[in-house]
């Protein structure tokens, strides 16, 4: 058993990783703003994360074995989070994103195509940290997600006092109206209705993880011993042709494509450029991943009733 913080948790798979810590038999505590209590049985801290003041006094004498970070969006809330829980634990996990590696947010790299992205082309204890960018302004960092993920990342790798891990995750689906970016019901709305998915000309692949083994994976970081970043993606990547052929032989009609032109706005899941990662880091540190196409239909399945989404 450990004491293990989960600073957010209140939603999806961070809902579920509560659970399943608690599960596992670990000691949870939950903090986040208040506006969703934790299951009975894990302890609940109301505190604003971007106030250090106010999360110092909320977590008060507490240290913990673990901290799971599933709400850092900034380099100024990593620092922030980094000052407060100095001494506090010895190992802290982001949850972080595959859009650390979009080409189109940054300068990285060239990975060519087909070959799985690897964590090292994008490094933490390299990458350049801006804190006097507009971080508090909503708009800001909902435009700059990927920089922001990274800057954030660079900030707990040299952060020192606890080991750092980050799980860069792949698309998350599954759970129905639960999977709250509604990209999966935006396509099976579509494709049941017969209206047109936009698409690139040559569109490329991308990865892809169901929430429960997302969960499940952030369960197992949380618990295991490696520092630095580990990609988390089901096996078997797709390109959008393939996703929405997974999607319509679930709504029972063929998909109805519109390409656009080059630079063109198309659906999510649809891209123009290369940065599909690969999981072997996470399997050569003893995870084992599902395929896609096994738990696809059934997240299809659920989002063919869940309620239509404007998500593009």
Not at 200 to 222: G, K, N, Y
Not at 279 to 296: I, M, Y
Request: charge should be negative; include cysteine.
């Amino acid at each position: 058993m450990q004491r293990i913080c989960v600073i957010g948790g209140s939603r999806y798979f961070g809902k579920l990783l509560v659970e399943r810590l608690q599960g596992a038999g670990h000691r949870v505590t939950v903090v986040n703003r208040g506006s969703t209590s934790p299951p009975a049985g894990v302890e609940h801290l109301v505190a604003d994360r971007n106030d250090e003041a106010a999360l110092t006094a909320a977590l008060g004498s507490r240290t913990f074995d673990v901290v799971v970070d599933q709400v850092c969006y900034t380099p100024v809330q990593a620092a922030v989070a980094a000052r407060v829980f100095a001494g506090r634990t010895r190992r802290y996990v982001m949850t972080s994103t595959i859009e650390v590696y979009d080409p189109a947010t940054a300068a990285l790299p060239a990975v060519p195509w087909g070959t799985p992205v690897p964590e090292e082309s994008v490094d933490p204890a390299v990458w350049p940290v801006a804190m006097d960018l507009p971080w508090h302004e909503d708009a800001y960092v909902e435009a700059h997600y990927a920089e922001g993920k990274r800057q954030a990342e660079a900030v707990f790798a040299r952060a020192g006092g606890f080991g750092f891990a980050s799980v860069r995750s792949a698309h998350v689906l599954g759970g129905g109206a639960q999977e709250f970016t509604g990209r999966l019901a935006y396509y099976a709305g579509r494709i049941a209705r017969g209206e047109e998915i936009a698409v690139h000309a040559q569109p490329l692949p991308t990865v892809f993880i169901h929430h429960e083994e997302l969960a499940d994976l952030l369960l197992w970081a949380a618990t295991a011993g490696f520092t630095g970043a580990v990609n988390a993606c089901s096996d078997g990547p797709l390109d959008v042709y393939g996703f929405a052929a997974a999607v319509a032989a679930q709504a029972g009609r063929e998909p109805v494509y519109r390409t656009v032109a080059a630079g063109g706005q198309a659906s999510a899941f649809s891209f123009d450029r290369h940065y599909a990662m690969g999981n072997a880091r996470a399997k050569e540190l003893g995870f084992s991943f599902s395929r896609t196409g096994d738990w696809l239909p059934g997240a299809v399945a659920e989002a063919l009733t869940a309620e239509p989404s404007p998500t593009v």
